[in-house]
């Protein structure tokens, strides 16, 4: 009787102790609270995220990772399942981001809500309900950041066939003749600078009103000539007519025709120098023109077509 009641201790104690490490388990694992699983979905790298990593929401630890597989249907998609606190509220704008704690590297999965969208998640039958996680911060900054490596490359690249050794002469060479070109220019600046001087003093304010005074001048005169001019062709016309008459003056004086036609010529002359001053005034100042060059001269443009 004594070995039984011996052995019937040992069995209750031994079932005592088997039922409180359980509980221990139970306790320290935080199954005690009521929690929900989710899965978590992405197509980008999970390096450094591991089972047991936290799940917070907006800063606050509220589950942990509990697997982390591929999609079978979608092997380009990574399943996250997550188990968190079912007073979490979780709806279709909650997104998941990756984020890495300082620097050892570990990874924990970040919860945030976007609040475009307050309908709870859809739950497919006999599914869990799924929560997209987009890129991080730093992910988009380490991408962004091997794209500018690779065209600072190409930049570095093109720069090196730029600074060849071809090219470089020719750098050289131009820089060469630029000085060259400089230095012949020096002689040319230092004459130049009495020469604007000079034609700032020619331009001063004293002599452009000079110069409008004598234009003036110019057109007055001009004005006082053509009056000249028509009183001079209105006597050669009655001195050609009386001359011509049988009893006119020209009995009188035999070479009274000669002067008539002189008179005209005469006229005829000051009018086109009277024409020319009012098509080119400046010509009183700085002289006529150059004639046109003519054929076989050189300068000489044929015209491209005939007048009709």
């Known amino acids: 009787m004594e070995n039984r009641a011996h052995a019937l201790a040992a069995g209750v104690f031994t079932l005592l102790l088997v039922a409180a490490a359980l509980f221990a388990v139970w306790w320290f694992g935080g199954k005690h609270e009521l929690t929900r699983d989710y899965l978590v979905v992405t197509q980008g790298n999970v390096t450094g995220l591991n089972v047991q990593a936290q799940v917070r929401y907006r800063g606050i630890r509220v589950g942990r990772v509990e697997e982390i597989h591929l999609d079978k249907a979608r092997p380009d998609d990574i399943l996250i399942r997550i188990s968190i606190l079912d007073e979490v509220p979780v709806n279709r704008s909650t997104i998941a981001i990756l984020n890495y704690q300082g620097v ?12 475009d969208d307050e309908r709870p998640l859809d ?4 599914q869990l309900p799924r929560i997209p996680m987009q890129p991080s911060l730093i992910q988009e900054l380490s991408d962004a950041g091997a794209d500018t490596l690779r065209q600072a490359r190409d930049l570095l690249t093109s720069a090196n066939k730029l600074l060849g050794d071809d090219n470089q002469r020719r750098i050289g060479n131009t820089l060469a003749n630029l000085e060259e070109v400089s230095t012949g220019l020096k002689p040319a600046a230092r004459e130049l600078g009495p020469t604007l001087a000079q034609l700032r003093k020619a331009l001063s304010e004293d002599n452009v009103k000079r110069l409008s005074a004598t234009l003036e001048g110019g057109a007055e005169a001009t004005r006082e000539a053509k009056e000249l001019l028509a009183g001079l062709r209105r006597l050669s016309e009655r001195l050609e007519h009386a001359g011509a008459g049988e009893g006119g003056p020209g009995l009188l004086s035999p070479r009274w025709g000669e002067l ?3 008179v005209a010529a005469s006229t005829r002359q000051l009018n086109r120098v009277l024409e020319q001053v009012e098509r ?29």
């Open 104 to 115: 050892t590297g570990l990874a924990q999965v970040q919860l945030e809500e976007r609040g």
């Open 123 to 126: 739950t497919p039958k006999d």
């Open 260 to 262: 008539a036609t002189d």
């Open 280 to 308: 080119e005034p400046q010509s009183l100042i700085f002289g006529a023109p150059a004639p046109a060059p003519g054929p076989g001269e050189p300068g000489f443009i044929p015209r491209s077509g005939r007048s009709q």
